[in-house]
């Protein structure tokens, strides 16, 4: 334990996710060392984040403005919808270049341990946006979890009755470059169930 102030920080650290106690203790240490003009940097940082950064009120993706700039892109398919859990998921996604629709973040996957059941996530405002948009397909990228495949399925049911919609669930298996003995049995499992035909062009 140490004294007042450096224990409060050390505490602060200690209260972000993946960041244990000695992480914690050697952040602090380190921002202890650095001089002044560096610490109120970082400072700074965080207060103008925290300031401008607000939730998109259309998708639930971080923006600086009302809408996210997904939302406001007129050239984007505003009726077919990847529903993501996080917004770290949507930069993933942007990064292939191959999804031109828009976004819907969950914030979060249904999670009991943890008390997060739906009325906790952004699902009511997502079934709100398929009937308002006319969304004819809704892709669940939801992470391969128990978490993340409890939520699609939640949805998977929720979306049921909705006959003109198509919902597709990412398809998962062998990453390119692996080798089969390294894989997990859920990860090999998969990509059987998801076998195609071998094209010959």
Do not use: W
Request: with cysteine; charged share 25%; net charge negative.
């Amino acid at each position: 334990m140490y004294s007042g102030p450096i224990q409060d920080l050390i505490d602060e650290f200690g209260r972000l996710p993946g960041i244990g106690p000695k992480s914690a203790q050697r952040i602090a240490f380190h921002l202890l060392r650095i001089p002044t003009t560096e610490a109120e940097r970082l400072s700074s940082a965080i207060s103008e984040a925290k300031r401008r950064v607000q939730f998109c009120e259309t998708c639930f993706n971080l923006a600086e403005a009302p809408q996210c700039g997904i939302c406001s892109d007129a050239g984007r398919d505003q009726t077919m919808l990847c529903v993501v859990e996080d917004a770290r998921d949507v930069v993933a996604v942007e990064r292939t270049n191959e999804f031109s629709g828009g976004y819907h973040v969950l914030q979060g996957c249904i999670n009991p341990i943890e008390g997060i059941g739906p009325e906790q996530l952004r699902i009511a405002e997502l079934m709100r946006r398929i009937t308002e948009q006319g969304v004819r397909e809704v892709i669940v990228c939801t992470n391969p979890t128990i978490e993340g495949e409890a939520t699609a399925m939640y949805l998977a049911r929720l979306f049921a009755p909705t006959a003109e919609l198509t919902v597709t669930r990412l398809a998962s298996g062998l990453p390119v470059g692996s080798d089969l003995e390294y894989a997990d049995e859920i990860t090999l499992g998969r990509a059987l169930t998801g076998r195609r035909l071998i094209s010959e062009g």
